[in-house]
């Protein structure tokens, strides 16, 4: 595996956490987080490739602080090594402001594929940035 450079390598997302994704404590629920987690890891690492990936690991997964209802997050999704066809991808959530101190955080392993879903190498090309991060 190799290291990125880490201009390369990441994507930052803004998200507001609902009622919907809250859980009986009004606090961000679990697996609404790993969801937001893995959609991170999915555009971070298919920026970085500019091919399709599919998610292969999720490891490492820590929660740290929890994040309230009504909370601005920000997440932050940053392609740390990569080999042939695959990528390792950490992201963490942060109270908006705060990205210093991560409140929740994890690794995922992301393959690039072919249009059969196999591995299939990439050539890693410098991060084209886009005008604007994503808001979802």
């Not at 803004?14 to 991170?40: F, S």
Request: hydrophobic fraction near 45%; charge should be negative; glycine fraction near 8%.
């Amino acid at each position: 595996m190799s290291m990125v450079a880490s201009h390369e390598a990441s994507s930052h997302f803004l998200e507001i956490v609902l009622p919907e994704a809250a859980n009986h404590y009004g606090t961000l629920y679990g697996a609404h987080a790993l969801l937001m987690m893995g959609k991170a890891a999915f555009a971070g690492a298919t920026r970085y490739c500019r091919c399709p990936v599919v998610m292969a690991a999720a490891d490492a997964i820590t929660f740290v602080e929890p994040i309230r209802v009504g909370a601005i997050i920000s997440i932050s999704a940053k392609v740390v090594h990569h080999g042939r066809s695959s990528m390792v991808v950490e992201v963490e959530i942060s109270p908006d402001g705060q990205r210093d101190t991560p409140s929740i955080g994890g690794r995922f392993t992301m393959v690039a594929v072919d249009e059969s879903g196999q591995p299939a190498p990439f050539v890693s090309t410098p991060h084209q940035p886009l005008l604007e991060d994503s808001v979802s």
